[in-house]
């Protein structure tokens, strides 16, 4: 039996259900999660989620957020994300593409908004990986 999890977007809800495996991008790098895991609370770098149900593997893109795990539930709480097979390609190869050339032409800029540029180039890139191994699944 699973643990009760729940991935949450600021604009909508994207899964709810009891996962027997969870794979995340932790702020230390990739962490899994088990039902009965110890207590956590983390930040999550965007990329990728796998929630395995079963047999059964679900991926979802989030470009950041939390983790909250607690014996009798998971939480996972991002600004934006969706479904990994919903990513188009092209688009997130051209949005990768323009935040490094915005990030580029800001040379002289402030350090935050070099860091905020720098930040839109990591998560472009997140998406387009996410995009590129749902490519990779979908032809195996």
């Known amino acids: 039996m699973g643990v009760a999890t729940r991935l949450l977007t600021s604009q909508r809800p ?29 930040w999550l770098k965007p990329g ?19 983790l909250e795990v607690l014996p009798e ?11 990994s097979d919903a990513i188009d390609l092209a688009e997130a190869e051209g949005q990768l593409r323009s935040a ?7 040379s002289g800029s402030s350090e935050q908004e070099t860091a905020e540029l720098e930040g ?10 996410a995009a590129q191994l749902q490519r990779r699944r979908a032809r195996d």
């Open 14 to 42: 994207l899964f709810e259900g009891a996962c027997d495996f969870i794979v995340l991008r932790g702020a230390d790098g990739d962490l899994g999660v088990l039902p009965s895991h110890a207590p956590l609370l983390t």
């Open 48 to 66: 990728e989620v796998m929630l395995r149900r079963g047999e059964r593997e679900e991926y979802y893109f989030l470009e950041d957020g939390y």
């Open 73 to 83: 539930r998971v939480l996972i709480m991002a600004q934006r994300g969706d479904r």
């Open 100 to 106: 490094e050339e915005a990030l580029t032409r800001a």
């Open 120 to 129: 839109a180039v990591a998560v472009a890139a997140a998406r387009l990986e």
